[in-house]
């Protein structure tokens, strides 16, 4: 595949031109890869920005990273089991303001054209039911594609919130050895996620392979619990909509409890079940990592020997 020469540029591996550039025949580095003949620039007062709106790759981060360090969330479960669909669902209901409550306003994405990729499957349009999202592909990536949404906080300051979307089939090599070479984008997840949503999906969970699906949670249940050392992680059922024997969720909850009794469980579904709304289950949960904070750091306090701070930690 072509690659452009320049040293922080991953085009055209669909992400962003680093010089901005949205049409890649217009910019100068990238004429050395085509050999095509770069367009003199136009009249209009053009101003070129270094992000497209897809999805993040970890160089474009910096964006976002550059004032604080962001919050990373990471959806970690089996393939098909309704992960992306997550996403989507909470894209679409921020865009009808029901996401968040006014105390935590929408502020800014620098990956909008990345979010309506992952849920335009769901929307209803003309003559076309909605359907779900295609199928995570997982490439030769070494990391997730990074979704951003901002939010602004109740003292004003800015949250900023980065969500990996990655394909099943990672985690599925990871569960079963946590040193395979193609899972390597799943090693960056544990490394990074502040939070995690470990996925029950109660459709594999009720279906005919419903042993296997199991014992492929149990593992992956166990790496992800390990892995997550005291960062925040939380039990999310998908597919809400069907059902499970209560046996099979006692085993499910137990092979999370077995190393940490107090995770937090959420129920989620496109379709409503009876009186409840769909979007009931995924505000609650958006509603949890909205409100992650980072660990603070505690400083000793000191006893300060003289009034001038410089020598606050002199000999008396
Ligand atoms: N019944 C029901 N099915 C759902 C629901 N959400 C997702 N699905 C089904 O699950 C399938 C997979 O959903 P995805 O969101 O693509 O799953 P994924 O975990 O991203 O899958 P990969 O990208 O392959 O890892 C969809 O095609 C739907 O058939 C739900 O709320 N209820
Ligand atoms: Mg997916």
């Known amino acids: ?171 599925q090599k990871w569960a079963i050895n946590e040193q395979a070479p193609d899972a390597e984008g799943a090693r960056w997840i544990a490394r990074h996620a502040d939070v995690t949503l470990l996925i029950a999906d109660r459709q594999a969970l009720a279906s005919s392979k419903m042993g296997t699906a199991r014992n492929d949670f149990q593992l992956l249940a166990q790496r992800a619990v390990a892995e997550a050392r005291g960062r925040r992680l939380a039990l999310v059922w998908t597919k809400g909509d069907v059902d499970v024997a209560p046996a099979m969720e006692t085993q499910i909850r137990k092979a999370v409890a077995s190393v940490s009794s107090s995770v937090p469980e959420f129920t989620v579904s496109v379709y409503s079940r009876g009186e409840v709304d769909a979007a009931h289950g995924f505000r609650e949960l958006f509603a949890w990592i909205l409100c992650t904070k980072r660990a603070v750091v505690d400083l000793p306090t000191t006893e300060a020997s003289a009034h001038d701070p410089l020598f606050r930690f002199g000999r008396r």
């Open 1 to 171: 595949m072509d690659r452009c020469p320049h040293p922080n540029c991953f085009a055209d591996d669909n992400t962003t031109c680093s010089l901005g550039h949205i049409r890649l025949d217009m910019c100068p580095e990238w004429k050395h890869v085509s050999n095509s003949v770069v367009p003199p620039p136009s009249d209009s007062d053009q101003m070129l920005l270094p992000w497209n709106g897809l999805a993040m790759g970890e160089s474009d981060l910096n964006f976002v990273s550059g004032k604080v360090k962001p919050i990373t969330v990471c959806i970690v479960g089996p393939e098909s089991s309704g992960k992306t669909t997550i996403l989507g669902v909470f894209y679409l209901l921020l865009g009808r303001g029901a996401l968040t409550t006014n105390a935590n306003p929408f502020s800014n994405s620098y990956t909008l054209a990345g979010w309506e990729a992952v849920a335009t499957c769901l929307r209803w349009k003309p003559g076309q039911p909605p359907r779900f999202p295609p199928h995570t592909p997982s490439g030769a990536a070494r990391a997730p594609g990074m979704l951003h949404l901002g939010f602004r906080r109740e003292d004003g300051s800015l949250r900023d919130l980065l969500f990996a979307d990655a394909p099943g089939e990672w985690f």
